[in-house]
């Protein structure tokens, strides 16, 4: 005798899918002796006293929401008669005892597929990160062997490859205060506070007759910096300022760490003096330290102007400026996405040799060939790298005109380029004192509004010059002092001496307008003066 089942109990409780017979009302009558009462009908187990509804429907919009999880049978099994078999009849125990395991087999049988999917993709999944692990592994150790590590405080991006630099380091350059020169890139002047730092350390050491290393040098940089200081760092200083230092690699130094041995090598720095005749040992004083800062920039801004001088030659028309006459960087010149300096070679400790790979032991047996065989595979190798190698390129082809000047001749082209090659060349070698004349001159129509609203507001004549520079001052958007309020009416006096008057009276000097001259030709002059002393 099969087992019965929970579903088999659930399955004999419910009622079936057909309306249960309406129950019929009982007769009331008198009992007779002869005529036996008529028997009542038993009540149902789905009777109750209310009318009983018929089932409705089960439509598309609307599914019959079982109450309990159904069994979901084959459809061979749902086609039989035995699936619409009521319920409690012989067919339905015949169903449980004999299609239930079935059913249950064909369930485990499914998800068992499912698991075997589940488990499929789950283990391909974990080899492609484990291939994704070893390719990061053999990156990062290809990288440490041949590549040097580059600091996040150089302007390099510290992120994923192809990210971008802080925009504090790409826009360095515009956020300088003052009128604009010639700015070093944000990654030259972190390398010459480093310098800064790294001379004032070994000064201090040489002055006391330490020997100076790099490890001591190191960790006095970083905590002066509060920047990563590396032996990167000590080769770009070597490539700018090559007779700053000497380097070495020596032994038996006292360093009074555990982790270094006294006989491993360490890079001793030892700064590079004049030292005069007959005299002692120098000392790097304060004026040295200064004069060795100021040799260590010029050299920072000489890579850059080689640097502008290619892009100048790369213009159309190229542009060429005197040295002594630049004053400020062309302004499609990016300053800081200028390359970095590349660093110069340090000295490295003696390695004894070992023959550890095939690579060196061909190496090895290489030297112990004759002349003649050596010059033969070299003269094969040239052969192959000949064969192998693509054609020389040919001349590059005029670059054409974009397709908002086409129709455009290109003489015009050529004039309009020649003439704004002109002004940016005018723009570059302009000197300082030229530079804040020309902002002045910018300064001028608006203040000489404001200085006419004072007369007009005052009612007099004229003024002193204190009263006008501080009444100016206090009405002007920018903030200005009463100083330089007086070169700017002095500027407008020299301009327009026909509406602007100074008058020396004994200790002071007195400013007289022209109230009642066209403020607007006034204003249209002093445009016009800007834009012809701009265009000088």
Avoid at 456 to 484: D, F, I, N, Q, W
Wanted: overall charge positive; some cysteine; proline content about 11%.
């Amino acid at each position: 005798m099969a087992q019965p089942r929970l579903t088999d109990f659930f399955a004999r409780r419910r009622p079936g899918p057909r309306a249960a017979p309406p129950r019929a009302k009982p007769a009331w009558r008198t009992p007779s002796p002869a005529k036996p009462a008529p028997p009542t009908p038993a009540r149902t187990p789905g009777g109750s006293r209310k009318r009983a509804r018929p089932p409705a429907e089960p439509t598309r919009d609307h599914p019959a929401p079982p109450a309990r999880r159904r069994l979901r049978l084959p459809a061979d099994t749902v086609s039989s008669p035995s699936a619409l078999a009521a319920p409690g009849s012989p067919e339905e125990a015949t169903l449980s005892a004999g299609q239930l395991p079935c059913l249950a087999a064909q369930e485990d049988k499914a998800s068992s597929k499912v698991t075997l999917s589940e488990l499929k993709s789950c283990l391909q999944r974990a080899r492609e990160l484990g291939a994704r692990a070893q390719e990061l592994k053999a990156s990062a150790q290809r990288k440490d062997a041949g590549e040097p590590r580059v600091p996040e405080d150089q302007g390099q991006p510290a992120g994923p490859r192809g990210q971008k630099a802080p925009a504090y380091q790409r826009f360095h350059a515009l956020a300088q205060p003052g009128p604009p020169g010639l700015v070093l890139p944000y990654k030259y002047q972190v390398l010459a506070e480093m310098f800064r730092s790294m001379d004032t350390i070994v000064g201090m050491l040489y002055n006391r007759s330490e020997t100076a290393t790099f490890a001591k040098v190191q960790q006095g940089v970083q905590d002066m910096m509060r920047k990563r200081f590396e032996e990167r760092n000590v080769g770009q200083i070597r490539t700018v300022y090559p007779a700053s230092y000497r380097f070495r690699q020596e032994r038996d130094v006292p360093t009074f760490k555990d982790g270094v041995k006294r006989s491993d090598y360490q890079l001793t720095i030892e700064p590079l003096l004049d030292q005069e005749a007959g005299s002692t040992a120098p000392q790097l004083t304060a004026s040295h330290l200064l004069r060795r800062r100021q040799v260590f920039g010029q050299n920072l801004v000489e890579r850059v102007r080689e640097h502008h001088r290619a892009f100048l030659a790369s213009l159309n028309p190229p542009m060429v400026v005197p040295e002594d006459q630049l004053t400020r960087w062309h302004p499609h010149f990016n300053v800081d996405e200028v390359p970095d300096i590349e660093p110069a070679e340090l000295p490295q400790p003696p390695t004894t040799e070992k023959l550890a790979t095939a690579q060196e032991v061909l190496a090895r047996a290489r030297s112990l060939m004759s002349p003649r065989m050596e010059k033969a595979l070299s003269d094969l190798a040239l052969r192959t790298a000949k064969s192998g190698s693509p054609g020389s390129p040919g001349p590059a082809p005029p670059a054409a005109p974009p397709a908002a000047l086409k129709g455009v001749s290109q003489d015009l082209l050529e004039r309009v380029r020649r003439k704004q090659a002109q002004k940016q060349l005018a723009q570059m070698t302009r000197q300082p004192e030229q530079e804040r004349r020309l902002q002045r001159l910018e300064r001028l129509p608006e203040l000489a509004r404001v200085l006419r609203g004072i007369f007009v507001s005052e009612r007099k004549p004229a003024l002193t010059m204190e009263v006008a520079c501080a009444r100016m001052a206090g009405s002007y958007r920018a903030a200005l002092s009463p100083g330089e309020m007086e070169k700017h009416v002095q500027l407008l006096s020299e301009l327009l001496p026909d509406w602007l008057s100074l008058h020396r009276v004994r200790a002071d000097t007195y400013v007289k307008l022209d109230k009642a001259a066209d403020l607007a030709g006034v204003l249209a002059r002093l445009a016009h003066l800007a834009r012809a002393e701009a265009a000088l």
